[in-house]
């Protein structure tokens, strides 16, 4: 990170706002080669934007996701213990930070926390839930850093408070990944640590089909607005006439692979433009958006094993629906 990239917020309501987000001709490229290959696949780090991240906000208020308020469960119930472990004036990094609702309940129950540092790629959603941050925990430290965590983010040239990190990475966003490139995301995210900082993530578990694919798939079709927000984008960001109401949304669950999947299936024969370059896609034939891992216990170790930490412990809701883990650095792998 060059300090050129940095930039204080407008109102100085932020201790720093990092801007490092993608230039749009990586989403261009990244939707030309995506709908250009077989399958087709678009990476879901492209949903959020404003409307996508105020989606999915939305998607955690039904009543099928049981994600959300289910890692909050967890997370009230162990505060106490994370709390101990943190220790006195912690610095917090939350990588996917979206709308910083988990970030409430940890800050609350950690002991004098120094700081709080969120990253996300939605940039407008980013800054807003900092500053929100800031007013409501007045005296702490407040950063935000718009980035793609795919690719490494360097924090030692941020001005920030010295504590113990806790590097927090809620709501299963590993599971987006496909296991090599969760592994990556991993050792990204254990550069950040240094002897005891950990890293405390939450991972969903491997469950009832049926549950799955409603939480995905909820009945009032806010899962299926989310999904079709991202040809909304293209159209509006990337010269395209693209219709949303040609396609439909998909939520699928692939047993031998441990994932939903969610697609945007043509509803019929479909031509139209990007940037140009025009696209036909034949009536059933699906574009693939996002995975959605899920895990047990021990594919989730092993992947972090592979990315050099180590689960220190793991607590569960009662119905083993998801897991949250303390991993700290462990061997280099
Ligand atoms: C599944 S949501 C989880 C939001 C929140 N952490 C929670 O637990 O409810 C994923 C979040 O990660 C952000 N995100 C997705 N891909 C990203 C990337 N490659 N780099 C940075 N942020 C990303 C999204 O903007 C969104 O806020």
């Given amino acids: 990170m060059t300090r050129t990239a940095m930039a204080l917020a407008p ?3 932020l201790d720093f706002f990092v801007d490092l987000h993608p230039p749009a001709s990586d989403f261009r490229k990244d939707v ?12 879901p780090k492209y949903f959020y934007d404003a409307d996508g991240s105020a989606l999915f906000d939305a998607i955690t208020a039904t009543p099928e996701y049981y994600v959300t308020r289910t890692e909050l469960s967890i997370l009230e119930r162990i505060a106490p213990e994370i709390a101990r472990r943190a220790g006195i004036g912690a610095v917090v990094i939350e990588p996917g930070s979206g709308s910083s609702v988990k970030i409430t309940t940890l800050l609350r129950s950690l002991d004098e926390p ?3 540092i969120g990253l996300d790629i939605s940039k407008e959603h980013l800054i807003a839930a900092c500053r929100d941050l800031s007013e409501a925990h007045p005296g702490l430290f407040v950063g935000a850093v718009c980035a793609d965590f795919t690719a490494p983010v360097e924090l030692s040239e941020l ?3 010295a504590g113990r990190r806790l590097v927090f990475f809620p709501g299963s966003t590993i599971g987006n990944f ?26 969903d ?19 299926a607005a989310f999904n079709l927000n991202l040809l909304k984008r293209i159209a509006r960001e990337l010269d395209s006439d693209i219709d949303p109401a040609d396609f439909r949304h998909r939520a699928i669950w692939n047993a031998g692979k441990s994932r939903i999947e969610m697609h945007l299936e043509a509803r019929r024969d479909v031509r139209f433009s990007v940037s140009g370059q025009d696209f036909s896609i034949a009536a059933g034939e699906t574009i693939h958006t996002e995975n959605s891992h899920k895990f047990s216990i ?3 170790s092993g992947l972090a ?21 303390w991993l700290e650095r462990g061997a280099e792998a």
């Fill in 159 to 161: 001005d920030m408070p």
């Fill in 11 to 13: 109102d100085d309501s």
């Fill in 114 to 116: 120094a700081g709080y």
């Fill in 305 to 325: 094993e592979a990315a050099g930490l180590e689960v220190r412990d793991h607590w569960s809701d009662p119905s083993q629906h998801f897991t949250l883990y």
């Fill in 298 to 300: 021990e594919s989730f």
């Fill in 178 to 203: 496909e296991p090599g490139d969760a592994v990556r995301v991993l050792k990204h995210l254990r550069q950040w640590l240094r002897t005891g900082d950990a890293l405390l993530l939450g991972a």
């Fill in 32 to 43: 030309l080669d995506g709908l250009a290959a077989r399958p087709r696949v678009i990476p």
């Fill in 205 to 223: 578990r491997i469950k009832d089909p049926a549950i799955l694919t409603a939480a995905y798939d909820d009945a009032e079709g806010v899962t």
